[in-house]
């Protein structure tokens, strides 16, 4: 949330474009990615592992772009792909403390002497270069894993995290596969084992994928447990999908991108973790994804049945099917709630 996505944008992302014509194109390198092919293949999807990018030699990621960027698109009236805060010190903060800023392009030329942050989801919906550098991202993927994986892509996006001088981004989850890519300054990352269930349990999950952006808690007697990356202009880290992480910028201004992207598995196992989570609210303990397999069919096909079949953004992908679930619910209340006035 990516790194810690905050913001949900309903933008569809564009079509696919070949790794040939990317190559022709402005600020696209021959491979965004590169990594040991052999490690790549062992860890993706479950460990966290570090590589190199080619995002910090492009200037389409320079503070200079960033801030035209976002000038530009305020006048356009495109202020919904920004979120502006405070920043935070604390590991275990919570996202809800941060208060938002207004006034995007001020906030960017603040950033060495204040303490916030910017962030600028989908970035890649708003402007066809960024697009194709995502693209060409999600195929040296395939080529380092050696098999097809955009088929099974139902969603992907491009996050810019501008961040002040020693900021923390407080401990937390994401639903996506995340490549975290450091493009100046310097930051501390630390990962945690997403299959360590005393870490995070699977009630904390439940909570996250019922909306609780707060649902995994930190642990501070746990720490010991995170795996530590030092990311440098130029070193990406790799964040399994459900890998708790917080992370800690260093004493300059930092930029990086997050390419991250949903799954069908992924997708299909959120689903079952939705249901477990509302069969706990009626007093059961329902078995973890993985468990059984009847289970587990029955519970991801009662969501694919009520859910989006082509999702047009992360919400559609992950929620839609809980958001119709809950939609009666929400308008009895509603209704109720009218009523009592
Ligand atoms: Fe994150």
Redesign the pocket.
Known sequence: ?????ILINSVEVLPMVASESCSRDAGVREHTLQANTLEFQRHFGAAAFSLRHSLAENPLFSLEAMEDAAASWTKLGNTDRFVVSGGQTRTDAKFSEMVDKDRICSAIRALPHSCSYVKISNINALDANYERVMQQALLDVERLLGQPIVPRITWAQMTVFLSSPNIV?PY?I?HEA?FLCQIAGEKDVWLFDPNDRELLPDPEIERFYLGDLNGAQYREHLQGRGKHFRLVPGIAVH?PPLAP?WVKNGPNVSISASINFCMRELDRRAHIYQVNALLRRMGLHPSPPGRSVTGDTVKAGGMKLLGSSRPKNYRDAVFSGLDRLRAPYKLTRKLLQRSAR
């Open positions: 949330m990516p790194a810690g996505s981004t937390h994401d995340n964040h992480h």
